[in-house]
Antibody, heavy 120, light 107 residues
Framework: EVQLLETGGGLVQPGGSLRLSCAAS????????MGWVRQAPGKGLEWVSA????????FYADSVKGRFTISRDSSRDTLYLQMDSLRAEDTAVYYC?????????????WGQGTLVTVSS | EIVLTQSPATLSLSPGERATLSCRAS??????LVWYQQKPGQAPRLLIY???NRATGIPARFSGSGSGTDFTLTISSLEPEDFAVYYC?????????FGGGTKVEIK
């Protein structure tokens, strides 16, 4: 059974940093691209970042480019999102999601999400 | 950036009725269009991929159609568990984008 468990969310001040983790199990982690999708309170879904199965290629939404860094550790079956220079508008539930191929595809499995609140 | 516009924003229907949800893209996304269902407090769930293919475990009452820029999700007969928010998403171009969602609520 595919499972994705996000951790690392919490309250952080504007300008601060946070690192989210997503522990994966139930599939061959290195064979699949992964991504992060966020949802501000009461709002819709917004794609944040994606990474290929090998970790070679990374992609970012313009809203986070230069501030967030996605990475993965296949020895730990874990996906990361390093978030720097956080802003109030980054407040959201952050979901980790598995894609359906090593390079692209749909998000076929999602974690339960972790809440990030950016506030002073 | 490809903008996905979903309509209506809210659909008020009774159990047993047919639901028709629309997703329109600002430019062609070929067949790289998917639908997700999200219930309150839960993560999204993949319903339909590549326009018309049901994901594993999705009931046959859910169907997708369309091509290019105009897509439709149809729920043939609403069950109580179908009342939720539905999002379309494209992977034709970066950045990946989602529609704003359609809430299907009980009338």
């Amino acid at each position: 059974e595919v499972q994705l468990l996000e951790t690392g969310g919490g309250l952080v001040q504007p300008g601060g940093s946070l690192r989210l983790s997503c522990a994966a199990s139930g599939f061959t982690f290195s064979s699949y691209a992964m991504g992060w999708v966020r949802q501000a309170p009461g709002k819709g879904l917004e794609w944040v970042s994606a990474i290929t199965g090998s970790g070679t290629n990374t992609f970012y939404a313009d809203s986070v480019k230069g501030r967030f860094t996605i990475s993965r550790d296949s020895s730990r079956d874990t996906l990361y999102l390093q978030m720097d220079s956080l802003r109030a508008e980054d407040t959201a539930v952050y979901y980790c999601a598995k894609r359906t191929s090593s390079s692209s595809g749909w998000f076929d499995y999602w974690g339960q999400g972790t809440l990030v609140t950016v506030s002073s | 950036e490809i903008v996905l516009t979903q309509s209506p924003a809210t659909l008020s229907l009774s159990p047993g009725e047919r639901a028709t949800l629309s997703c329109r893209a600002s430019q062609s996304v070929s067949n790289y269009l998917v639908w997700y269902q999200q219930k309150p407090g839960q993560a999204p769930r993949l319903l339909i991929y590549d326009v018309s293919n049901r994901a594993t475990g999705i009931p046959a009452r859910f169907s997708g159609s369309g091509s290019g820029t105009d897509f439709t999700l149809t729920i043939s007969s609403l069950e109580p568990e179908d009342f939720a928010v539905y999002y379309c998403q494209q992977r034709s171009n970066w950045p990946l984008t989602f529609g704003g969602g359609t809430k299907v609520e009980i009338k």
